[in-house]
């Protein structure tokens, strides 16, 4: 089967090409970036979104950036630096998803154990690059797999047939593969089971409508558009049986941060008895953030909701509040689902015993 | 004090002058409506909404109907049946705002006491149309009243401080007066007390972030913009008091139909503790449908979705739901309030007797 979503990302040595999002579904153009700022913007600007593939275009931005710097003829410590430099960078671009982080900092380890002039003929700047654009690489591959993992087990909490309501866009665009909570929906449909998809817009940035719609129209996935204010109606007229929706950073207690709204879909979910699961690969478990009130929730442009779209609405003086994301706690949380398997509460406990298995494996 | 917002419906004998909401905030333009037709097509796309305005227009709809009949010269029996059948066009434009239907008959019922063949001089087409067009501008004069009454009242929920979430539009713009919710901040502002408003945009037609934000504003109320996602984590972050909304109708029960978003708010307002009031002149109370279930929820255009502000965003083949409304169930709701005052649980037995206060009147 030929795969009719785009790639959202694509490492080379000499440039890393994101697909602009931003664009979509109207024109698929990519952006050529040819240095680790223009990955930097590229990010910040969201023509790339989405926790898992932010991962992903990071740790090609770092590789990017050690092939910079030996194709420059730095020598090996510098080139090191300068790969350092470009984490931290890529690191400041978002706060809230922490798989750019944990990207950044696993390529950065692999080029500090395999490319560093401690270690014999390594001393060479370009194969740092090689090393670290092999990482980034492993990187995706490991997040395609992830996401059939995912899929796979995921779609096994989707009965048949399923009313699903999602928000956001979590599927290929958005990671190295099938996506997270699209990826279970769509492993759900090609098993078989009859899905339908209620997609909520997801405003301000409208990744529901621009994306996800179109996504699942590609794939032939049963789906219907709708204003994040309808879910409550939805649910009360029984017309929804789970929700299903993706991580941008899960607490080691099981507090999910995710795009706004999802908060208040947990709480529709909980007052009607749907049950509420999230689909996210193990890197977006941050084991070293104890609970929700410890994430940073990124503070965007108040653009976003003043002028939808591009088109001025409020006037430019209209105060705005714009958090990016908000946080699920763990008790509205019915499972969360990762390469791993089903974790259920408590989640303290179940993910890290996950975690342990991954460290093991 | 110069009301600074301008006046959402004027009725005169010969047109009905409508200002056009949909080019709010940045401009200020009247359509001169000179026929039922343009009347109903004004309220069916949305140039006025807000359930207590629809009733005046739809008033003075009716009142310009039986004008053209005497400017035509037609008889008395055949210009009373003009005015039935402009009502009828009216009450077909938006179903689930009881007011437009209330405000029908009741000029229909003036004109056929007062201006009917068998009262004498009353024979007369011309004084027909003086008798519509005097009790459509005595529904305009008692909103104002009304107004003021929820206002006053209203402003008595409101503590100080106060953080207030509201929804869609509630202001001088969908009333003859101050309005309803709004019109209770209102009055709490002027009365010294410190509110502050959280106003939801309101999608799909972005009431809130076109006209609540901007009649704020211009009204001196301090207030900030958020998407309708944003809701539930301002509640949980403690920054929301109450939610204040209005009404399109409400049933014999106190089920609340109000625009989509509404039901989810009133979830999320229990789920933290916060107290869900509603705000409405006692014609939107519709003492002929028993419960919510019996309302007949307006389904419009799939293009509010998919082209907000008219920007292609989801292709047009994408499917869509579009409900305008949902319903809040009495149970959720903390208060109404109206111009007969405050009335709580049981809302079956205190709007019944609200409903024979007024009667008595």
Redesign the interface.
Known sequence: VTDPIPTPVRGQRDAVLVLDQRAL??REDYLECRSVEEVAAAIRDLAVRGAPVLGITAAFGVALAAAGAAGRGDGPEEALEQARQAGQTLKATRPTAVNIAWAVDRVLAAATIEGTPSEGDAGDPSRLADVVLAEAERIEREDAEACAAIGAAGAELIPDPANILTHCNTGMLCTGGIGTAQGAILTAHRAGKRVHV?VD????V?QG??LT??EL?RLGV?????????????M?GGKVDLVLVGADRIAANGDVAN??????LA??A??HGIPFYVAAPFSSVDRSTPSGAHII?EERDPAE??A????????A???????AF??TPAELVSAIVTEHGVIRSPFQETLRRAGSVRGAA
């Open positions: 579904p109207h209620w817009e997801t405003r301000p409208l409508a621009r719609a179109w129209g049963p789906r219907t558009l709708v204003a994040d204010g309808a879910a409550g109606s939805l009360a795009k706004i709204g999802t908060y208040g709480v529709l909980q007052h929730v909701v003043r939808p779209l591009g088109v001025q609405m409020a006037s003086d209209t105060p705005v509040a714009n958090p908000d946080v």
